[in-house]
């Protein structure tokens, strides 16, 4: 967390992990601990740990970012973390391990044991044009790493399952310190780079500044914003309103240093070509200055086809098909039916809802994913 000051250009770096968490701090820690993961990890493990059904993936590269501190593997992140994301990668513009450290209530910047800043070792700024395309200040501890991504045969959209996490939250909520990151797909036909990584039912990139707790932050200075989207945002112990600037009073649901995060969001591109290879950049940057780090957390890359029902409509994969006008017909879905919830209103028999990506429990209709379905000759 982050108490009262913020440190500009001329600030101290602190560039130490304080490794003894306070041992009263893990009562606010209801049943979980920590994530398994792994810094410095090498393309290929990336790789390997992105890699969904329906895609190859293949020529990695990190065109940006210090390894050994700001890349790295996880596993055991629900039970581990509370995260929504139970292994993937993790990406940050401070450290892997304070991506997975404990957030506290200590002055800043030791916060109970992790620090909140920890400027990473290279150049000072590195300007990615896709990033900066979205903020032109985003060009601060910038992690950049890309990759090919193939879809195997009758497959046509893209999807990649991810959370964002920031320490700037909640304090910086409409200021320029907004930070940022980005999934950018491109070649293989396409006109341009598209992002991804957009905030659900918008438009909007998935930043401190779109996606957050409804209020502004104690260091506002009217940088656009927008407050709508706090039905998709967790708090991890923050204040719940401004001024004054925020304590972390606590409780703390996630073992993470950041202050918040936002659910467990599916990125999804539609309308690509089955065979043909793309290339996909994770990016991600601290806007404004380098203090207070941020981190994505993403599962897997993965492809499937697009689903036809009756009348025409198609819907794509990825999304929510309505029942309403198709409920006197009758869909089959490939998936396993032991893996869709018998939740009323969802399921097997509700038209362009076949296919659960989520918790054992899911029960929203953001945990239901689109995988295929076909309506049965009558």
């Known amino acids: 967390m982050k108490v009262f000051t913020r440190f500009h250009s001329n600030r101290l770096n602190f560039t130490t992990i304080f490794f003894g968490v306070l041992i009263f701090l893990f ?9 398994t993961f792994t810094a410095g990890s090498s393309d290929a493990a990336l790789l390997t740990q992105l890699q969904g059904p329906g895609v190859t993936l293949s020529n990695a590269t990190l065109e940006n970012g210090d390894r050994p501190s700001q890349v790295g593997v996880f596993s055991s992140g629900i039970s581990g973390a509370n995260l929504s994301v139970d292994t993937g990668v993790v990406l940050s ?6 991506a997975f450290g404990a957030n506290g209530s200590a002055p800043f910047p030791s916060n109970s044991g992790v620090a909140a ?5 290279g150049a000072p700024t590195y300007s990615d044009p896709d990033i900066t395309a979205i903020d032109p200040s985003a ?10 991504v193939t879809l195997d045969p009758g497959n046509t959209v893209l999807q990649v399952a991810y959370q964002f996490g920031s320490e700037e939250y909640p304090d910086y909520v409409g200021s320029q310190f907004n930070d940022i ?24 990139p998935v930043a401190v500044n779109t996606v ?3 209020f502004l932050g104690c260091a506002d200075d009217a940088t656009p914003e927008d407050l709508t989207n706090s039905a998709q945002y967790i708090n991890n112990g923050h204040s719940t309103s401004s001024p004054p600037c925020n304590t972390n009073p606590g409780p703390f649901v996630m073992f993470t240093e950041y202050n918040g995060v936002t659910n467990r969001f599916v990125g999804t591109l539609n309308g690509l070509v089955p065979g043909n290879t793309y290339r996909f950049k994770m990016a991600i940057a601290d806007t404004g200055d380098a203090s207070l780090d941020s981190a994505v ?11 036809a029902v009756c009348g025409g409509t198609t819907i794509p994969a990825g999304t929510l098909a309505p029942a309403t006008g198709f409920v006197a017909d009758t869909y ?7 893996i869709i919830s018998n939740t009323p209103g969802r399921g097997y028999t509700d038209a362009g809802i076949g296919y659960r990506m989520g918790t054992p429990t899911a029960t929203t209709d953001s945990d239901y994913v689109l995988q295929f379905s076909t309506r049965l000759p009558k």
């Open 212 to 214: 957050n707790a409804g």
């Open 332 to 338: 089959v879905v490939n998936p396993d039916l032991s």
């Open 139 to 148: 060009t601060r501890d910038v992690v950049v790493f890309s990759f090919d």
């Open 181 to 204: 990151f980005g999934f950018f797909v491109s070649g293989g036909g396409l006109p341009g780079t598209q992002n991804i990584a957009i905030v659900p039912g918008t438009s909007l």
């Open 27 to 35: 009562c606010f820690y209801s049943g979980f601990g920590q994530a």
């Open 117 to 121: 800043t920890i400027d990473a070792p």
């Open 93 to 98: 513009t401070g450290s892997v391990a304070q």
């Open 297 to 307: 957390f993403v599962n897997q890359i993965s492809a499937a086809a697009t689903a």
